[in-house]
């Protein structure tokens, strides 16, 4: 579904992505996670183009990222991004927000995009605050709008870039709860976050990220009972 083989990026001198290897198989929650600037937030950025790279390569449901033949709009309809901020139009509803990618880049009917935006407002529990705008709405409120916005495109994968690090603590339980119900509903997810709780309940492998190297690619119970590096022990220790 995704293949990291090798990826390196730089800014100027500074490496920032050192030989970065993974797959992710159809349907899996893989959660991202270590010590701030360590290069997990441009690794993820990397998988939809939002930051380009200089060496290996990065293939997505079969389509090669780097590739000049590569469609950006075809990839980041497969992989839909939810950021930390949330950025939603000030100036549109939130139904507007949620029908605009759909309507202007897949050209598809308005009426049933007005109509799958609505379920979709439904699922993230917001359908009631369709006509109102995006400053009535809380942090948690508007990040869930976000994650509807996302699925609206019809993704197969979905990227999270620490979706609640912009939160309030009790704002980041209905952001999360969207998120676990996605995982168990199958959905391949990748997931930034600083939320273990999040990343034992519903992740299927920890990849922990260290001055921009994968130091550690295991299963999520090997990794929370320890069995991973030194290193990621004493995250471990110091985040939990």
Not at 100 to 128: D, I, N, T, Y
Not at 163 to 185: H, I, K, N, Q
Not at 202 to 218: H, K, M, N, P, Y
């Amino acid at each position: 579904m995704i293949v990291l083989d090798n990826v390196t990026k730089s800014y100027g001198g500074f490496r920032v992505l050192n030989g970065c290897s993974a797959t992710i198989r159809r349907g899996e929650v893989v959660v991202i996670c270590g010590p701030s600037g360590s290069g997990k937030s441009t690794l993820i950025k990397c998988v939809n183009a939002l930051e380009p790279f200089e060496g290996g390569q990065i293939v997505v449901d079969g389509m090669a990222v780097r590739s000049s033949d590569v469609s950006l709009q075809a990839l980041r309809a497969k992989a839909g991004m939810v950021f930390q901020s949330f950025e939603l139009f000030s100036h549109l509803t939130i139904l507007d927000n949620v029908m605009l990618s759909p309507r202007l880049v897949q050209k598809r009917p308005a009426q049933s995009v007005r109509e799958e935006s609505m379920r979709l407002l439904e699922r993230v529990g917001l359908a009631q605050h369709a006509m109102k705008y995006p400053i009535a709405l809380s942090g948690g409120q508007q990040q869930r709008v976000a994650i509807a916005r996302a699925l609206a495109m019809r993704p197969s994968i979905m990227l999270f870039d620490e979706p609640t690090s912009a939160l309030d603590p009790e704002m980041v339980g209905e952001v999360l709860a969207v998120m676990g119900e996605l995982a168990r509903e199958g959905m391949t997810m990748m997931c930034v976050t600083h939320e273990m709780g999040f990343a034992r309940q519903v992740a299927d492998r920890i990849l922990f990220v260290d001055r921009g190297e994968i130091v550690d690619d295991c299963s999520s119970r090997d990794f929370f009972a320890g069995r991973c590096s030194p290193r990621a022990q004493a995250f471990l220790s110091s985040a939990c």
